[in-house]
């Protein structure tokens, strides 16, 4: 990037803040929980009070969708309380917020394409607590980006791409469910968007954002075997039959027009994206 720019990374041990880091711009300063706890509003608003940012980029989320059925108070106070933070602090010190937010906000009763005016009808504690934090952060501070993203995958952390390659080397079958559909979102993807829409002017608002393309977990899951060359059966299983504690949309294919005609992104196929983190995973 540029001088013109200091931006404070939240949630750096996350997917998408391991990809910032990987980045290693000069511009970047990172922090974890243990170095900055955003569900504290005086400690946040210590942090910016002698600083000089020009941007927040918050990674930090409570993302354990069935765990959090369990420890709603957590999850709020990360995924709602924490933005509220930000936010205030954001709008005391002029700072641009972006924030990540997800597909579980949508919930969708038909199989329709979803855009950014669809009305949200959240279920379980995640979805709510994650649309709670986008709502604080429109009431409080005009100048942000809300990026709404699905199917999140990186060669950091815990997710579907790693699970299956674990599994795919201990089983020959596998059950995967079939009739939830969306777009698997490559965290390198999204780190990019975001370096690219804040360069790209002050287009403020809310934002889909994916890889190209719209498959099950099951269609996924073929395709992560196919690549890696493992042979390995995927028997398409429905969502009832794999029940878990919080509800999962069955249709997050997210339109991303918007993002593309704001800000002249181009965006990635799915199985392009899917290579190169298996690439990255190699090295």
């Not at 931006?7 to 996350?14: A, D, M, N």
């Not at 504290?40 to 942090?47: E, G, I, L, P, Y």
């Not at 930090?60 to 069935?66: G, L, S, W």
Request: charged letters at 25%; a negative charge.
């Amino acid at each position: 990037m540029n001088n013109n720019y200091n931006i404070l990374i939240t949630g750096c041990e996350g997917q998408v803040g391991k990809e910032f880091q990987k980045i290693g711009d000069s511009d970047f300063t990172f922090v974890s929980r243990e170095t900055l706890d955003i569900t504290d509003s005086d400690a946040v608003q210590a942090f910016l009070r002698n600083s000089n940012f020009t941007h927040i980029i918050n990674c930090a989320a409570y993302t354990a969708v069935d765990k959090a059925e369990t420890e709603k108070d957590l999850c709020f106070q990360v995924n709602a309380e924490a933005v509220k933070n930000l936010a205030l602090a954001c709008e005391k010190y002029n700072v641009v917020l972006v924030h990540i937010s997800s597909d579980y906000v949508y919930h969708p009763n038909n199989d329709l394409p979803i855009d950014e005016a669809s009305t949200c009808h959240p279920k379980g504690v995640y979805a709510e607590s994650k649309l709670a934090g986008e709502n604080h952060i429109r009431q409080i501070i005009k100048r942000h980006i809300i990026l709404r993203t699905s199917w999140v995958y990186s060669s950091f952390g815990n997710n579907f791409v790693k699970t299956m390659l674990r599994l795919g080397k201990e089983k020959d079958s596998l059950n995967v469910v079939n009739d939830q559909i969306g777009s698997p979102t490559y965290a390198a993807d999204i780190a990019s968007v975001i370096l690219e829409m804040i360069q790209n002017g002050e287009k403020w608002g809310t934002y889909n954002f994916s890889n190209l393309g719209f498959i099950s977990w099951a269609e996924f899951a073929k395709e992560i075997f196919k690549q890696r060359k493992l042979e390995v059966i995927v028997n398409e299983i429905p969502t009832s039959d794999y029940p878990t504690p919080a509800s999962r949309p069955l249709n997050s294919r997210l339109i991303k027009s918007k993002i593309t005609d704001k800000f002249n992104v181009e965006l990635s196929y799915w199985k392009t994206s899917l290579k190169k983190c298996l690439k990255e995973l190699d090295n």
